[in-house]
């Protein structure tokens, strides 16, 4: 079993960042990838980012590069999301994911944390 913690949301202005956090705890030596969704009102939840657990090249969906950039501590089991440039668009619940035990799955999630962006 692995637990994540999704922390950093909040309301910010457009062209504002925020710096989303995920702490994961327990079976944590099982984790593969970690990954960042989101999901807006009325809207499919859809992948914004993803690092390997040991490193790799991280990977994001297009509306998002240039602006948000993942990255993790394996120390402190940290998985970070540094989100500049906010859009309007970008205002979602954001979720942290882990692929843990499993390949190609992700198989624990947090609770999400929510993102408004203000025009």
């Known amino acids: 079993q692995v637990q994540l913690v999704e922390s950093g949301g909040g309301l910010v202005q457009a062209g504002g960042s925020l710096n989303l956090s995920c702490a994961a705890s327990?079976?944590?030596?099982?984790?593969?990838?970690m990954g960042w969704f989101r999901q807006a009102p009325e809207k499919n939840r859809e992948f914004v980012a993803g690092?390997?657990?040991?490193?790799?090249?991280?990977a994001y969906t297009d509306s998002v590069k240039g602006r948000f950039i993942v990255s993790r501590d394996i120390t402190s089991n940290t998985l970070y999301l540094q989100m500049n440039n906010l859009k309007p668009e970008d205002t979602a619940v954001y979720y942290c994911?882990?692929?843990?035990?499993?390949?190609?799955?992700?198989?624990?999630w947090g609770q999400g944390t929510q993102v408004t962006v203000s025009s």
């Open positions: 994911a882990a692929q843990a035990g499993l390949i190609g799955t992700y198989n624990y």
């Open positions: 327990g079976h944590t030596s099982s984790t593969h990838v």
């Open positions: 690092i390997s657990w040991i490193g790799g090249t991280p």
